[in-house]
C-alpha cells in the first residue's frame, strides 16, 4: 500500500518521523483498523531521500510484512498460552496456578515479540518512496 504522509522530524539520516493527514485517511485501506490516525511514526528513508520537516513523502507499506507483524504480534504471544497452562499442568499443579502460568505465558510471548521487533525494526517499518513536495516548516 502506498500512503502519503508528511515528515514532522529529522531522527537520523535513514529514519524520519512521520504523521497521516486526516485527508490521506479518508482514501487509506486500512483507515477502519489503523492505530495511526493522528499519530507520528517512524518510516525508513531506505533511500536516504533528502526530506526535511514538513515534506509531504510516499511511503510504501507492504502487504505481506504489515499481515506478518500483525499476525507475529498476537499469534506468538497466544500460543503461548495453552503452552504454559498445560506445562504447569504436566508438572501437577492446579488450576488457578496453570492459568496464571498460561498468562506467564502470553506475557512472555509479548516481551519476545517485543525484543524481535526491536532486533528487526527496519523490516517491518513502511519505506519513503520518493519526496512529493519540499515545503518546510516556518
Same mark, same amino acid.
Given at each position: 500500500m502506498f500512503e502519503i504522509v508528511t515528515v514532522?522530524?529529522?531522527?537520523?539520516?535513514?529514519?524520519?518521523? %512521520?504523521?497521516?493527514?486526516?485527508?490521506?485517511?479518508n482514501g487509506c485501506k486500512g483507515e477502519t483498523f489503523c492505530n495511526t490516525k493522528g499519530k507520528r511514526f517512524e518510516a525508513w528513508n531506505k533511500h536516504m531521500l533528502p526530506a526535511q520537516p514538513g515534506?509531504? %513523502?510516499e511511503i510504501y507499506l507492504q502487504p505481506g510484512r504489515t499481515i506478518a507483524g500483525t499476525l507475529i504480534t498476537l499469534i506468538f504471544p497466544l500460543l503461548l498460552f495453552p503452552a504454559g497452562y498445560y506445562l504447569s499442568i504436566l508438572l501437577g499443579s492446579g488450576e488457578l496456578a496453570s492459568f496464571l502460568f498460561g498468562i506467564l505465558g502470553i506475557l512472555v510471548g509479548f516481551l519476545g515479540v517485543w525484543l524481535y521487533f526491536r532486533r528487526s525494526q527496519a523490516h517491518y517499518l513502511p519505506v519513503v518512496e520518493r519526496i512529493l513536495s519540499e515545503e518546510s516548516e516556518n
Open positions: 514532522t522530524k529529522i531522527v537520523s539520516k535513514q529514519m524520519l518521523e %512521520v504523521s497521516c493527514t486526516s485527508s490521506a485517511c515534506s509531504t %513523502v
